[in-house]
């Protein structure tokens, strides 16, 4: 043997380095799988443009022995991850992320949106995780997503009660601004046909005392009577004098009476415009009072309590469905409400 002869030891295999090219081999197995998958779908895309109009599932039953779901998925793997160029084998993928994956992970990743997969699969390693745990990443995923949707759906729905909350508000401002002008109106007119009234019934107590202070016929003026008419046939100047003197009593008695009548129904007009006034007044204090009590928090607890009592309208009309069925779920059901029920009942 030569001295620069080199001798070469064999390296002694453990089960770590058996295990580990298994798991390579068993990578580059998948990965290959995912390849000849991508161009099954590729071809299948292509056949399913040329089969007539509804011979395609007879055609993959004959021709290739596949279902239509089983093709529908090979199509699925090309759409998603197939490159563009035609390549008879080793099809490449249209990402290098994605490419590295195996067949079954590639088929699970299709309910991630594709501009959001190969960050995804970055993000949490995909490479290295199992087809269970990638199954249970992805459905986290979706919880996840759905409930911030549905957070989001609760928070728009808040924002809109809450801005039909303050429309409704405004709208009732400017509705008790449109009464409060009215009764103040009214108070105004009120006041006015109060003073009118006032100035009638002065007017009417002036008139009286006028009335009251006239003159009777004086002694003089009776005498002159007596002497110009006794020339005349003495009882007919007597009748004429009692007659002139009835009608001036009754012209008094109906001018004094006159002036009363108007001074009373002055004085009810005056009670009237007073108890008008005070009407208005109470009627504003009670709308100042609503408009107190109309406040955004009131009114979106009104619109969740009517929204929490249709919610239970419906439950109830589901529950006579379904005790109209089973009986034994009903009951069970109806506990489960009165629970509820209950805990609210003690939250209140």
Same mark, same amino acid.
Request: hydrophobic share 40%; aromatic share 4%; glycine share 4%.
């Given at each position: 043997?030569?001295?620069?002869?080199?001798?070469?030891?064999?390296?002694?295999?453990?089960?770590?380095?058996?295990?580990?090219?298994?798991?390579?081999? +068993?990578?580059?197995?998948?990965?290959?799988?995912?390849?000849?998958?991508?161009?099954?779908?590729?071809?299948?895309?292509?056949?399913?443009?040329?089969?007539?109009?509804?011979?395609?599932?007879?055609?993959?039953? !004959?021709?290739?022995?596949?279902?239509?779901?089983?093709?529908?998925?090979?199509?699925?793997?090309?759409?998603?991850?197939?490159?563009?160029?035609?390549?008879?084998?080793?099809?490449?993928?249209?990402?290098?992320?994605?490419?590295?994956?195996?067949?079954?992970?590639?088929?699970?990743?299709?309910?991630?949106?594709? $501009? $959001?997969?190969?960050?995804?699969?970055?993000?949490?390693?995909?490479? $290295?995780?199992?087809?269970?745990?990638?199954?249970?990443?992805?459905?986290?995923?979706? $919880?996840?997503?759905?409930?911030?949707?549905?957070?989001?759906?609760?928070?728009?729905?808040?924002?809109?009660?809450?801005?039909?909350?303050?429309?409704?508000?405004?709208?009732?401002?400017?509705?008790?601004?449109?009464?409060?002008?009215?009764?103040?109106?009214?108070?105004?007119?009120?006041?006015?046909?109060?003073?009118?009234?006032?100035?009638?019934?002065?007017?009417?107590?002036?008139?009286?005392?006028?009335?009251?202070?006239?003159?009777?016929?004086?002694?003089?003026?009776?005498?002159?009577?007596?002497?110009?008419?006794?020339?005349?046939?003495?009882?007919?100047?007597?009748?004429?004098?009692?007659?002139?003197?009835?009608?001036?009593?009754?012209?008094? !008695?109906?001018?004094?009476?006159?002036?009363?009548?108007?001074?009373?129904?002055?004085?009810?007009?005056?009670?009237?415009?007073?108890?008008?006034?005070?009407?208005?007044?109470?009627?504003?204090?009670?709308?100042?009072?609503?408009?107190?009590?109309?406040?955004?928090?009131?009114?979106?607890?009104?619109?969740?309590? !009517?929204?929490?009592?249709?919610?239970?309208?419906?439950? +109830?009309?589901?529950?006579?469905?379904?005790?109209?069925?089973?009986?034994?779920?009903?009951?069970?059901?109806?506990?489960?409400?009165?629970?509820?029920?209950?805990?609210?009942?003690?939250?209140?």
């Amino acid at each position: 043997m030569r001295d620069d002869q080199i001798i070469t030891v064999p390296e002694e295999r453990t089960l770590k380095t058996v295990a580990f090219e298994i798991r390579t081999l +068993h990578a580059q197995a998948q990965q290959v799988v995912l390849g000849y998958a991508i161009e099954i779908g590729r071809r299948l895309t292509e056949a399913k443009g040329m089969v007539s109009h509804g011979e395609w599932g007879k055609w993959l039953e !004959e021709e290739v022995s596949y279902s239509k779901s089983t093709a529908n998925n090979f199509m699925r793997i090309f759409d998603a991850y197939g490159a563009d160029q035609q390549s008879l084998f080793g099809s490449e993928a249209k990402s290098q992320t994605l490419g590295n994956l195996p067949y079954t992970k590639a088929l699970r990743l299709l309910a991630i949106p594709e $501009e $959001e997969r190969e960050e995804f699969v970055e993000a949490n390693n995909v490479e $290295e995780l199992s087809v269970r745990d990638l199954d249970k990443l992805i459905k986290e995923r979706d $919880e996840e997503k759905k409930a911030r949707e549905a957070a989001e759906r609760r928070e728009k729905e808040t924002a809109d009660l809450l801005e039909a909350a303050r429309a409704g508000q405004e709208t009732l401002q400017a509705g008790v601004a449109e009464e409060r002008a009215r009764l103040q109106k009214q108070e105004a007119d009120a006041k006015a046909a109060a003073e009118k009234a006032q100035a009638e019934l002065k007017a009417a107590q002036e008139q009286l005392k006028r009335a009251h202070a006239e003159p009777r016929l004086s002694e003089k003026e009776l005498k002159d009577i007596r002497d110009e008419a006794r020339a005349e046939v003495e009882e007919k100047v007597k009748a004429d004098a009692a007659e002139k003197f009835a009608a001036e009593k009754k012209r008094l !008695e109906s001018a004094a009476e006159q002036a009363l009548e108007r001074m009373e129904a002055a004085q009810k007009a005056a009670e009237a415009a007073k108890e008008q006034a005070e009407k208005a007044a109470e009627e504003r204090a009670k709308l100042e009072k609503k408009l107190a009590l109309a406040d955004a928090d009131t009114v979106l607890f009104k619109a969740s309590f !009517e929204q929490m009592q249709e919610a239970f309208n419906k439950c +109830h009309g589901c529950l006579m469905k379904v005790e109209a069925n089973s009986p034994e779920t009903a009951e069970k059901l109806k506990k489960a409400v009165a629970a509820v029920l209950d805990s609210m009942k003690e939250r209140v």
